[in-house]
């Protein structure tokens, strides 16, 4: 709907080198609400309700997945970009070290019941950026329950950039005081 069309050919053109045969192609958003309820069948759970959470480079966006209907797509002042400067401002590094250091390290809680020195420095550093998620999850929430006569999602997943680092379900979940999954379909 928005990328340009170059791009949109170029990327259809390495799909078929690729040998695959793309059939259709889809906006994220209307995208992600076919997978949720397609993920919800192949765990033998009714889930039809989700929030997905999808942090990417440079924007996020807040997606309730309401039945059959993407409810709310709200777009976000979160991304890749903000974690990773946020980190290289505050621990005094370039940005690429910082991008490197969590690539490495991921944000996964290493070793038993007390966590690693590397994620409790990210718990602080991140935390007035976490802050600012929660805020915006909450008032997603909360939207979605005034639309639905004050009922919750059945889930909270984790799309996107940020989804690939070990660890990172785990640690939005603690920041947020909510369960996050990874939305893996590929794991199905």
Same mark, same amino acid.
């Given at each position: ?12 053109? =390495?799909?078929?080198?690729?040998? %695959?045969?793309? !059939? ?18 192949? #765990? ?23 039945? !059959? !209907? ?18 290289? /401002? ?8 910082? /991008? ?19 994620? #409790? ?17 909450? /008032?997603? =929430? ?15 997943? %984790? ?18 005081? /909510? ?10």
């Amino acid at each position: 709907a928005a990328a340009a069309h170059e791009d949109v050919t170029s990327l259809l053109g =390495l799909l078929d080198g690729a040998g %695959l045969n793309v !059939r259709a192609l889809d906006i994220s958003g209307m995208a992600l609400r076919r997978v949720v309820p397609w993920v919800g069948k192949s #765990s033998g759970e009714a889930m039809q309700n989700a929030l997905l959470i999808n942090i990417g480079a440079a924007a996020s966006h807040l997606m309730v997945v309401w039945g !059959r !209907r993407l409810m709310v797509d709200r777009a976000i002042e979160f991304s890749e970009e903000r974690v990773f400067s946020r980190i290289a /401002k505050v621990l005094d590094m370039p940005e690429h070290a910082a /991008k490197r250091l969590l690539a490495e390290h991921g944000f996964a809680a290493r070793g038993g019941n007390k966590p690693s020195q590397f994620h #409790s420095v990210l718990r602080e550093v991140l935390g007035p950026e976490l802050h600012g998620l929660k805020a915006e999850m909450n /008032k997603t =929430l909360d939207y979605a329950a005034s639309r639905t006569r004050g009922s919750g999602v059945d889930r909270i997943f %984790l799309v996107g950039g940020i989804a690939g680092h070990a660890g990172s379900a785990q640690f939005l979940g603690e920041a947020l005081a /909510k369960h996050v999954e990874l939305l893996n379909p590929l794991a199905i």
